[in-house]
């Protein structure tokens, strides 16, 4: 099984572009997130989607924009990149809410210059 | 305001020995407490987690360790080896679908 697999695993954009970065699951996974993970930071939530045609605000929402494609694919979209969005994306799936940990994908490393 | 803490950003031990590392966390009504492991250019992977009604858990080489009363929590590798080396984080879920992540601490296993 491949798990979550995000793409592309590199990006560099210029500021003002736009982009979209995919991520799809095969575990049949009901829940799925998008973090940013920074220098020296932990991973800071930007939107999840508990499940298909649901989604939410996480902690750093502004500038994203997300769409629950179906049940295996979760896009995270920048309408306008800036230098401050640049970092290491990953996104995540969970069976829900409950117990145990998310499955993470290897993640998109993100330039902005 | 929430948040997850750790005590040391570096740890190296000898291989063999065992590991410690200590988190802090803030958030009393968090029901489920996780570490993860990452490896340098991967994404997070889970190790194991614990309950807040519980105060230990035994998985593989691991032991996690839970104290409400001090809001700590540790996880202890046995045997550490050189494949362990890598950055720890715990987290906290809070309730539902939001997990908050400590910044890390990173391990350094000596051979």
Redesign the interface.
């Known amino acids: 099984n491949a798990g979550?697999t995000q793409t592309p695993k590199f990006q560099v954009l210029k500021t003002g572009q736009s982009m979209t970065l995919q991520c799809a699951q095969d575990m049949n996974h009901n829940?799925m997130?998008w973090?940013r993970q920074d220098p020296?930071?932990?991973?800071?939530?930007i939107y999840?989607s508990?499940s298909e045609g649901t989604t939410?605000k996480?902690e750093v929402p502004n500038g994203y924009n997300v769409s629950r494609l179906n049940k295996r694919e979760f896009s995270l979209r920048l309408e306008s990149a800036a230098p401050s969005q640049t970092s290491v994306y990953?996104c995540?799936s969970s069976e829900g809410?409950g117990?145990?940990?998310?499955?993470?994908?290897?993640?998109t490393r993100l330039t902005v210059v | 305001g929430e948040s997850v803490g750790l005590h040391l950003p570096t740890l190296s031990v000898q291989e063999g020995d065992n590991s410690i590392i200590n988190c802090a966390y803030s958030n009393s009504a968090s029901d489920y407490f996780i570490w993860y492991k990452q490896e340098s250019g991967k994404g997070p992977q889970f190790i194991i987690d614990i309950r807040s009604n519980m105060d230990k858990r035994q998985g593989q080489r691991v032991t996690v360790l839970l104290n409400k009363t001090v809001k700590h929590l540790s996880l202890q590798i046995a045997a550490t080896q050189p494949g362990d080396s890598a950055v720890y984080f715990c987290a906290e879920r809070t309730g539902g679908f939001k997990t908050i992540f400590g910044a890390g601490t990173r391990l350094f296993v000596k051979a």
Do not use: H, I, K, Q
């Open positions: 979550v829940s997130y973090y020296g930071m932990g991973l800071r939530l999840y508990a939410d996480g990953f995540a809410g117990p145990g940990g998310y499955t993470f994908g290897s993640g």
